[in-house]
């Protein structure tokens, strides 16, 4: 007994004329633009410069090697970036999403942001640095660390791109792997280094069409103080909670701030949970709990004498009757550097040695003891409603 379908399908294939074949069928994978290495890497290269505009590199990896006395510059965010063999150069690396990894280099000035950094078997280099996770040093010397100061017009959308925080930046939170008794294998940057003085604009006419800026109050990483000493016993600590406008709202907070002459210690953008609320706000933690709901709130720590005072005023002077509904809740002002801020802090572990740094259990890190002095906006204190 036959199939109908199938004698109609055999008489069909019949019919086909002959010498005609059939296609192969199309996947996507076929169809997607076939990638060239050479146009991912800068290898053996010797007093040169050279670089990639935004949108060239776009999300994916690239080599840097073999390469002397050479100014490389990356505008566009990539996957992951290695850097080996390299000595007397300067380079910039746009948003990396993932690791950016220095091995057997020597005398080199960078800037670059990205997800994880690690220097291994290294000498002398300067590094401004925006990193999501603690930077990580090994069998290297002389590394020195400033916070990421930069600006082009694309590099936002690059930072959206790679999947990165411009609050997120642990910048001077170093972990050194092989650690000698009595010395340093890093150190902070001066305060007041200026980053053109060691990560120079480029020169070329191709580079030079990139509109960069690397003023302080342009920077699309806000530039932070990090692990340095405080001049300050009096810390301030804000919590803003997600809403349209809560980014901008930020860094105009930031500006008014370090413009006042106070110091901007540290940033950190998170997700709470509603037992992080309850540690940071205590028994105000239920009036928090909807606003958490809506996203990653975003937290500025500042320093300085008189920081709440000066906060309170600038928050009341800048946002003071204007439409703020979901903003009037995100400020909580105290006086400790505490618990928000040491959550994400994870150990680094090689070999079951647990980081330097982390001696102390997260989980045992006290949660903030609020004075009466401390003002809550959206309880006691007058606040602009619309």
């Known amino acids: 007994m036959g199939c109908f379908f199938s004698k109609r399908r055999k008489a069909e294939k019949e019919s086909q004329p002959e010498g005609e074949e059939e296609r192969p069928k199309q996947y996507s994978w076929d169809q997607r633009e076939k990638v060239d290495p050479k146009d991912y890497m800068f290898s053996g290269l010797k007093d040169e410069t050279v670089g990639r505009l935004p949108g060239q590199v776009a999300g994916q990896q690239f080599l840097i090697q073999d390469c002397e006395n050479c100014n490389i510059y990356i505008f566009d965010?990539?996957?992951?970036?290695?850097?080996?063999?390299?000595?007397?150069?300067?380079?910039?690396?746009?948003?990396?999403?993932?690791?950016?990894f220095f091995r057997n280099c020597r005398d080199c000035k960078c800037t670059l942001a990205c997800q994880q950094f690690r220097v291994r078997d290294c000498r002398k280099l300067e590094v401004f640095l925006c990193c999501a996770t603690q930077p990580i040093i090994e069998s290297s010397t002389n590394i020195r660390f400033g916070c990421f100061q930069w600006y082009y017009p694309e590099l936002a959308l690059q930072f959206k791109d790679a999947g990165l925080s411009i609050f997120n930046n642990t910048w001077s939170n170093i972990h050194d792997f092989t650690p000698v008794s009595g010395e340093l294998n890093w150190s902070l940057l001066p305060e007041g280094a200026v980053v053109q003085d060691h990560v120079p604009l480029p020169a070329t006419e191709e580079l030079k069409a990139v509109r960069i800026s690397t003023e302080a109050n342009r920077s699309i990483v806000p530039v932070s103080r990090g692990q340095r000493p405080k001049n300050s016993d009096e810390s301030c600590l804000v919590v803003l909670f997600a809403g349209d406008y809560t980014i901008a709202n930020a860094r105009k907070l930031i500006d008014e701030m370090v413009g006042k002459g106070f110091f901007l210690v540290q940033t950190k953008e998170v997700s709470m949970k509603a037992e992080d609320a309850q540690r940071v706000f205590g028994e105000k933690a239920p009036d928090f709990l909807p606003l958490l709901s809506k996203g990653p709130v975003i937290a500025l720590e500042f320093s300085g004498d008189g920081a709440v005072e000066g906060c309170h005023l600038i928050v009341n002077e800048i946002f003071n009757g204007t439409k703020v509904q979901d903003f009037i809740d995100c400020f909580f002002f105290f006086f400790f550097y505490l618990y928000l801020f040491l959550r994400e802090r994870q150990s680094v572990s090689r070999g079951g040695a647990e980081t330097?740094?982390?001696?102390?259990?997260?989980?045992?890190v006290p949660g903030p003891k609020l004075s009466a002095q401390s003002p809550t906006w959206g309880s006691n204190s007058k606040t602009a409603r619309s």
Request: charged share 25%; net charge negative; hydrophobic share 30%.
């Open 356 to 364: 330097e740094r982390e001696t102390q259990n997260p989980k045992e």
């Open 77 to 100: 965010h990539s996957a992951t970036i290695t850097i080996d063999d390299c000595a007397n150069c300067v380079i910039f690396l746009g948003p990396v999403k993932g690791s950016v």
